[in-house]
């Protein structure tokens, strides 16, 4: 295969394409490797799906991977959600133009003008070229491939059929480009597109090629899309190969994990090179789009359509789409779609832009007369802005870094210990929750906590307390980048002062987990401490409580949040989910329940909420197994299904017990004993009572749709803001 011959009787073709330079035979084949590759050669490997050949070798090579050899792949008809209306529509809607105006041309005799015209389009499609800067395994290579194939052969047939001068199949992989960092991704791509062109070729009768059958495989490069070097060691714009279209998948990696897989001085460099065109805190995909952006505002590029988890339509990495509609725009979204990403389902982005030529815009597969910054038409929540006065009201909780949460046994017996100094351990031990606790059940865990600036000799007065901290603790700080973490590492990485003099004046306050499935907010006591995976209101009024319960708040927090890691996790941010959020009456000059019955019914359900779910996650008298599935997101769950799937079309509580069952997967457990037809009516109802409270206290219909609520909060928020 490397240069042609003879292999007995059978004449090998010539293939090239340095795949096969390395002709060296490993000196020793165990008989079970033999077996097995004489097996794997009695196959029919002819209709193999490239797409999967790229993806099934990456996982078998890369060590890394190799748990995902039975995960599913992405599919050809989800990448084409970005090849067809990104490369294929401006060139299907041309060669429809074409076609019938070359049957009508035809039909008048002007047979050589419409020779010249196919000629010229068929060599229009050959010379397209296409770009993917993370290409992995050439997945989205393969597919514009084949799309291009399809597309000269329709207009090669119709010359054909219409006795026209022959036009030649001049498509090929010499027309698609690559980057990719990844060495095993990175060989593997050029072999997944040169297959899939051998595969189109002889699945459309053109079996004959001419050797070499593969030609040298240099279109892929190996490199790093979004930072390079100079001599001098400076970070400097890396070149992307010159190309009409960018298509692709960069890689999904949240601001917070990039400092935990990539290298401290790799970021610097990154935050140099892009200072003043993205914030420091956006997530890595977002320089993707930033490079292409810029591209195409040079006018070195025409289109570009990427992926990205749905955290770029919201808080810092919301900037890159903005940028792109001030020296572009956005022509083609998906908001909310569910990929499969290396095995494991997530919910994406995708964007199409361009420099603002294509006038049809398409959102979630249907027309729309524009596409906003969020990805959505008809109201643009990238106008709006923090409301002073929900400033200073939410914060992050208490980010420990380090082991200092200790089981409720530890616990017990440091709060029985005695301390020569005479302090008890009471003053540092406290209870401790975080999102876990609140979605699922809480796990009885405590934290020892020295408080905000407690020093070290006052700490170790504090003897079991001090000395779990110096063995747990002091190993993972002492080296710590942070000079206030490494030098006081017996006090936590950011103790929340700001959430401690909450403490100090409310009995209680309200959290929410920052990640999580449904926004559920919820009581904590002062006596807890909440750690940074929870937000913290300050404030400890049902009606409060109330309105951010309600749908209300909930349409806003679903349109206004990120999305966490793998994108499939809603991240209740402050920034853009609370602190731009107009309430009824601007924060802090609301009328109090005595005043205002409007407000007494919100804050009166919102009690009834409470008193609805604390009774039913711990009823009296059950079993463990009963209790470990009584969680509020199997609760909301529920509610969610019976919503969509029982409310106004059946009431029979067998079908109910048997549906729920399934639902919750309850195994031993029976349905009765963990949520009834009854209950989760009751919960429907305090829902929908306190909807229409709070919908009442904004004096808008009882009937609004989500898009009704979504435009009335948007121009109350800049109503508020203006004043």
Same mark, same amino acid.
């Given at each position: ?122 060599? &229009? ?13 050439? #997945? ?78 240099? #279109? ?204 008890? #351990? ?5 209870? !401790? ?56 590492? !017996? ?62 708040? &909930? ?29 009824? !009456? ?6 109090? &329940? ?23 996650? #711990? ?58 037809? &009854? ?45």
């Amino acid at each position: 295969m490397r240069q042609g011959g003879h292999f007995g009787r059978d004449k090998i073709q010539y293939f090239n394409g340095a795949l096969f330079d390395d002709a060296t035979v490993p000196p020793t084949l165990t008989s079970d490797i033999v077996e097995s590759l004489r097996k794997a050669c009695q196959q029919d490997w002819s209709q193999l799906e490239p797409s999967i050949f790229g993806t099934l070798f990456e996982r078998v090579l890369n060590e890394a991977k190799r748990k995902q050899l039975g995960a599913h792949y992405t599919s050809r008809d989800d990448i084409l959600l970005i090849v067809y209306p990104i490369l294929m529509k401006p060139l299907r809607e041309k060669w429809q133009t074409l076609k019938f105006e070359a049957e009508s041309g035809l039909r008048q005799g002007q047979s050589a003008q419409i020779n010249t015209a196919l000629q010229q389009f068929a060599q &229009e499609i050959a010379q397209t070229t296409v770009l993917d800067p993370a290409c992995g395994s050439g #997945n989205f290579l393969y597919v514009a491939l084949r799309e291009l194939l399809d597309l000269q052969k329709e207009v090669i047939t119709f010359a054909r059929r219409h006795d026209l001068d022959l036009i030649p199949l001049t498509v090929s992989p010499s027309q698609l480009y690559g980057l990719e960092i990844d060495i095993y991704a990175h060989e593997l791509a050029q072999i997944t597109v040169w297959i899939g062109y051998i595969q189109w070729r002889f699945e459309n009768g053109l079996e004959n090629m001419a050797e070499p059958i593969l030609q040298p495989l240099q #279109n892929v490069r190996r490199m790093d899309a979004i930072l390079a070097y100079d001599e001098q060691g400076q970070p400097i714009n890396p070149t992307w190969p010159p190309a009409d279209i960018v298509i692709g998948n960069p890689p999904f990696l949240g601001h917070k994990k990039m400092r935990q897989m990539l290298e401290h001085d790799y970021i610097e460099a990154l935050f140099k090179l892009y200072q003043n065109r993205l914030p420091h805190e956006a997530d890595l995909v977002c320089y993707w789009f930033e490079k292409a952006r810029a591209l195409i505002a040079q006018g070195q590029l025409k289109r570009a359509g990427l992926l990205s988890t749905q955290a770029i339509r919201a808080g810092v990495n919301r900037y890159v789409l903005e940028q792109i509609k001030i020296t572009g725009n956005i022509f083609m979204g998906w908001s909310d779609r569910e990929w499969v990403l290396e095995g494991a389902a997530v919910r994406i982005s995708m964007i199409g832009f361009d420099n603002g030529t294509e006038q049809e815009y398409q959102l979630d597969g249907q027309p729309v007369a524009q596409i906003t910054a969020n990805l959505s038409e008809n109201f643009d929540l990238s106008q709006v802005k923090i409301l002073a006065e929900n400033k200073e009201i939410a914060f992050m909780g208490d980010i420990k870094v380090g082991s200092f949460e200790i089981t409720n046994d530890i616990a017990q017996q440091m709060l029985k210990a005695t301390n020569p100094s005479g302090r008890s #351990n009471d003053d540092v031990i406290r209870r !401790w929750m975080n999102g876990t606790d609140i979605a699922s059940r809480p796990r009885n865990m405590w934290i020892i906590d020295f408080g905000v600036d407690m020093s070290q000799e006052e700490a170790a007065l504090y003897e079991l307390p001090f000395e779990h901290v110096r063995q747990h603790v002091q190993p993972s700080r002492v080296d710590n980048r942070m000079k206030k973490r490494a030098e006081k590492w !017996w006090i936590h990485g950011d103790a929340a002062p700001r959430i401690r003099k909450i403490f100090a004046t409310n009995k209680r306050y309200l959290v929410i987990p920052r990640v999580a499935k449904y926004r559920l907010f919820v009581w904590l006591d002062n006596t807890v401490l909440p750690d940074s995976r929870l937000q913290v209101f300050a404030r400890d009024d049902d009606y409060f409580a109330g309105v951010l319960n309600s749908r209300v708040h &909930e349409a806003w927090a679903i349109v206004t949040t990120s999305r966490h890691g793998d994108g499939n996790t809603p991240t209740y941010n402050i920034n853009t989910c609370f602190e731009t959020f107009p309430f009824p !009456w601007s924060l802090g000059t609301e009328p109090s &329940e005595s005043e205002n019955p409007t407000v007494k019914r919100i804050a009166d359900f919102a009690r009834h909420l409470v008193e609805f779910r604390d009774s039913w996650l #711990n009823p009296p008298d059950v079993g463990e197994a009963i209790l470990q599935k009584r969680t509020l997101t199997n609760l909301y769950n529920v509610l969610v299904y019976y919503r969509a799937e029982v409310k106004g079309k059946y009431r029979d509580p067998k079908r109910w017990f048997s549906e729920i069952g399934q639902l919750l997967q309850l195994g031993r457990v029976r349905p009765e004993t963990v949520i009834t037809l &009854e209950e989760i009516e009751r919960l429907d109802y305090i829902h929908q009572q306190l909807d229409q409270a709070v919908l009442a206290a904004y004096h808008w219909p009882l009937h609004l749709n989500d898009g009704q609520i979504l435009a009335r909060l948007l121009a109350l928020n800049l109503a508020r803001a203006a004043e």
